[in-house]
């Protein structure tokens, strides 16, 4: 069986012809070769535009779709879902309020350099002074960057984790603790309103000790005191905390509640 054979006749200098396009009117077209003509080039340019832009708008979604399974995997509360850092209300005759935003604020642009160094920190303070508003505000910019996080309050993730020593748990303990220790981000909510009992300070400390080790950054928020929090969660939890440079913030100023 004999292949058939291409003969190209290359035109050079390119052959030249005044055609007229539907769309854009006169223009010159030109073939290079045999009799293939390149066509209207602004028509061409249109469809390359229409493409891109579709592969745009699909990308977009992509994104979208895989934004909202992280923020529904973050455990993130309803009331919370519109706690944003961009509307986080700041009492610009309070510098301790600035200084707070902008180091949330500095703290999510950047949490992919956090991330690396497994730098957390610690909000302090009285109820109704922001801490869940910032902190949320600071998960919501991580999972639109592309990382994972999780918020839970201390006593609904010691909960999770005692379901598990019940008969017919459809979770095992690892399972529910690599929930919490593997995330890019983890916020635990209110710290200290445990009993204090050896267990919870355990478990608590497992876990913030496996995300120390494996380096993925911890934010913790109490209404306790630096004191108070430090004497509750033990010295090489609250040391692991401030390693590498971490803070605790102490917001003292009025509720927002109010």
């Not at 004497?231 to 102490?250: P, Q, T």
């Amino acid at each position: 069986m004999k292949m058939g054979v291409f003969n190209m006749k290359v035109h050079d200098p390119a052959i030249e012809k005044i055609k007229n396009c539907e769309s854009h009117g006169e223009y010159l077209d030109k073939c290079f070769f045999n009799d293939f003509w390149r066509g209207c080039q602004k028509c061409m340019q249109e469809k390359k535009d229409k493409a891109d832009e579709s592969e745009r708008q699909y990308q977009i979604q992509v994104a979208n779709i895989r934004l909202g399974k992280r923020i529904s995997d973050s455990g993130i509360p309803d009331r919370f879902l519109n706690r944003t850092l961009e509307n986080y209300q700041v009492d610009g005759d309070n510098p301790k309020q600035v200084k707070i935003l902008k180091y949330c604020t500095d703290y999510a642009e950047n949490f992919s350099d956090r991330k690396k160094t497994g730098l957390s920190f610690l909000m302090l303070g009285l109820p109704g002074t922001g801490k869940t508003h910032l902190s949320i505000g600071i998960a919501f910019e991580v999972m639109k960057n592309g990382h994972s996080s999780v918020f839970t309050t201390a006593s609904r993730m010691l909960r999770a984790i005692k379901d598990t020593y019940h008969k017919g748990s459809e979770f095992s303990e690892m399972q529910v603790l690599a929930t919490y220790e593997t995330c890019d981000l983890l916020i635990i909510d209110e710290i200290g309103v445990q009993t204090g009992s050896d267990y919870e300070k355990n478990i608590i400390f497992d876990v913030i000790n496996s995300r120390y080790e494996n380096v993925r950054p911890t934010i913790i928020l109490s209404n306790l005191s630096i004191d108070e929090c430090k004497l509750y969660l033990g010295e090489r939890v609250f040391d692991r905390m401030r390693e590498g440079g971490g803070k605790a913030f102490l917001l003292d100023w009025p509720s927002f509640r109010k």
